[in-house]
């Protein structure tokens, strides 16, 4: 194959001012085989505008990816449904991401190891898939944040900044106590996106004991109010996934009798679960 001429200056420096980048890259080699093979010209020009789009498509998602700052990779296909808490159709629901369009919150409250996180990061990954802006951040780093615009006075800049997310993703709240300054500072988040854009909450503490770990004049009912008030809440109570597995990669050593019983108990608590879980709507 002959090496492919390259680009005219002209064209080169046009295509460098609009900064159509891949276009300018894959110009020389698509040009020679466009004439080798007789392309029409509109063939031309598709080749090179889809490589284009599809090289922009490619680098906005990763540069979304990058700004939602997950801390893992999870993905709802690696989620198993039916050995969570979470009803099938609460989880499809979820999945369609129509509660982002529409701005509603979810709200994830369970024992750890139960799910949250891994649902929290999968449900995020996948509407950066789909366009959507999102944004991670467990609940400490999100009040250090807006602690840090406490010293030069840009709480509202990173407010404004933190809202022009379609989802934003507060994991592990509860996990530390806020102090009063921080437990104003997350209500302003909440104030913020009410109605505007979607949260997406996770705690470990059902909402009763909500107070323990926001000052006192916080009013936790008022928070939850805004919260809940357009809201998927899930309970996913039940065992730990990782207690599961663990005891799963044991289960070999385990007596075949001792393993009939374990499974029945397992199934019960299950069930219990089940029963426990709830969607859509108010209260704990
Ligand atoms: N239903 C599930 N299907 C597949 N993996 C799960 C499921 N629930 C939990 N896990 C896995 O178990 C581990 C703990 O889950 P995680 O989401 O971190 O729990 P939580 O945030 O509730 O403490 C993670 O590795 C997660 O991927
Ligand atoms: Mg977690």
Redesign the pocket.
Known sequence: MSAAAELAPDLAHALKRLKLRTVREMAPEVLQTAKVQRWSPEELLRTLTQAEVRSRDASNLAGRLRGAAFP?K?SLE????A??A?PQATFEYLASLEWIRAKENLV?V????????????ALGHAAVEVGLRVRYFSAIELVETLYRGLADNSVGKILDQLVRADLLIC??LGFAPLDLVGGQLFFRVVAAAYERKSLAI?S?WPFEDWGRFFPETVTTTSLLDRILHHATVVV?SGE???MK?ARSRAAPRLKAADAVVSAKALKTTRQEARGATQSSGRGS
Do not use: Q
């Open positions: 893992v999870k690696e989620f198993k449904v050995e969570s979470v994830l369970g024992p750890a190891g139960t799910g949250k996180s891994h649902l929290l990061v994991d592990e996770a470990h996913t730990s996934f990782r597995e």
